[in-house]
C-alpha cells in the first residue's frame, strides 16, 4: 500500500507524524506532502527528536492568500503530485483549506481518501472550518473520528459507511510527549499546586471587539482577586488590548509569553482549571485532568460540555461560572469519562484500519 499524506498546518504536521510512525512499524510506504500553507517548522526541539518530524517529500508552496486561492492552488498542485505518485489513498487531516483541497482532488481522481479528525461539528455552520470539515467528510471513504459524538455527527448527516472511532491522534501526542512535560515555569513564578489559573484568549472574535475583550479582561480581573491567574499571552491578544488601552485592566494578573507546548503542558497539569478559546488547550485540560471554561459561543469539542466537564462562555459573568468550575468539584471527577478520546492508541488503530481496507479491496 502506498499513502500520501498531505498536511498544511503546524497541528497538522504534529498529528501526522503520530500516524508516520505507526504507517513506518508496519512497512507502508508514505509520500508526505505540505501545501506550504503555513510552512512553519517553529516548534520545540523534542517534537522532531521524540516524533521523528521528517522534511516533507513535496512542498507545494502555496503561501497566504484568500481561501479560494489557497484552496484553487493547492489543488492545482497537489493534483500533480498525485498523477504523479499514483497513491492507494489520500490521508487529510483536521479542517484547514488544505484539508477539502486534498480530499476534492481525491475524490475527482476517484482516488479513497481517509479523514483524521473526521466529524467535529461547531457553531456556526458558515465558518471556513466547517464548510471545509462538512465537505471534506462528505467526499472520504474513511473517516476516523477522534470521538463517539463525532461519530454521531456523521450519521446525522448520512454518513455511516467507511465510519470509525479511533479516538484521537493528540491524546497519542499527549501520553508520549508527556515524560518531557515542561515545570519551569511554576518554580519561576512560584506557584502553588492548585492554586491558579492558566489562562490563553487569542481568538479574534474574543480579541478584535474592545466591548468584549473589555469584558474577558475585567471577568479575569474579578477572578484574580480569588485565585492567580496566568496569562501566557498571544501576539494578537497583547496588540489589542495596548490598542484600545486595557492594559491597567490586567494589574494582578501574570502575563507572562507565549509558552511553547510542553511549557504549557508542564503549567497546566499542576493547575486549578484552565480559561481558554483555543480549541486544543480545552481538550489538552481534559487529558490532564483539569476543566476549562470555554471563551466561546460553542465548541468542536462539545461532548466536553455534554458531559459536564467544560463550561461554555459566552455572555455571562465569569464568576458565576468559576464557582460551576471550582478547584473542589468532587462531582466533577464521576463525571470525567476516561475514554472520550480513545486509549492513545488512535494511530495504531488508523493504521490497522488502512491496512484491513487496502487487503480487502475495498
Known sequence: ????????????????????????KNGIREVLVHSGQHYDYDMSDVFFKVLKIREPDYNLGIGSG????????????????????KPDVIVVYGDTDTTVAGALVGAKLKI??????AGIRQEPHNMPEEINRKVTDHVSDLLFAPSRLAVENLAR???????????????????????????AVIDELSLQEDNYVVVTIHR?????????LKWIL??????????????PMHP??????????FGHVLEGVDVIQPLDYLELMGLVMQSAFVITDSGGLQKEAYFCGKR?????????????????????????????????IKVNDASAQDRKQSNIYGNGDAAERIVKLLTSWAESGS
Not at 499524506?5 to 507524524?17: C, D, M, T, Y
Not at 479574534?204 to 468584549?212: G, I, M
Not at 475585567?218 to 496569562?231: A, C, T, Y
Open 1 to 24: 500500500m502506498k499513502v500520501v499524506s498531505l498536511v498544511g498546518a503546524r497541528p497538522q504536521i504534529i498529528k501526522e507524524a503520530v500516524v508516520q510512525e505507526q504507517l513506518q
Open 66 to 85: 484568500t481561501h479560494g486561492e489557497m484552496t484553487g492552488r493547492t489543488m492545482i498542485a497537489f493534483e500533480q503530485v498525485v498523477m504523479k505518485e
Open 112 to 117: 479513497p481518501v481517509a479523514h483524521v479528525e
Open 157 to 183: 448527516e448520512g454518513i455511516t459507511e467507511g465510519v470509525y472511532f479511533v479516538g484521537d491522534v493528540m491524546y497519542d501526542l499527549f501520553l508520549k510527549m508527556k515524560p518531557h512535560f515542561d515545570y
Open 204 to 212: 479574534d472574535f474574543n480579541t478584535d471587539d474592545p466591548v468584549r
Open 218 to 231: 475585567d471577568g479575569l480581573h474579578e477572578l484574580s482577586k480569588q485565585l492567580r491567574l496566568v496569562f
Open 236 to 245: 494578537r491578544t497583547k496588540k489589542r488590548i495596548q490598542e484600545f488601552g
Open 292 to 324: 476549562a471554561l470555554v471563551v466561546m459561543p460553542d465548541t468542536g469539542w462539545r461532548e466536553l460540555v455534554d458531559v459536564g466537564w467544560n463550561v461554555l462562555l459566552n455572555d455571562d459573568a465569569f464568576c458565576r461560572n468559576f464557582s460551576r
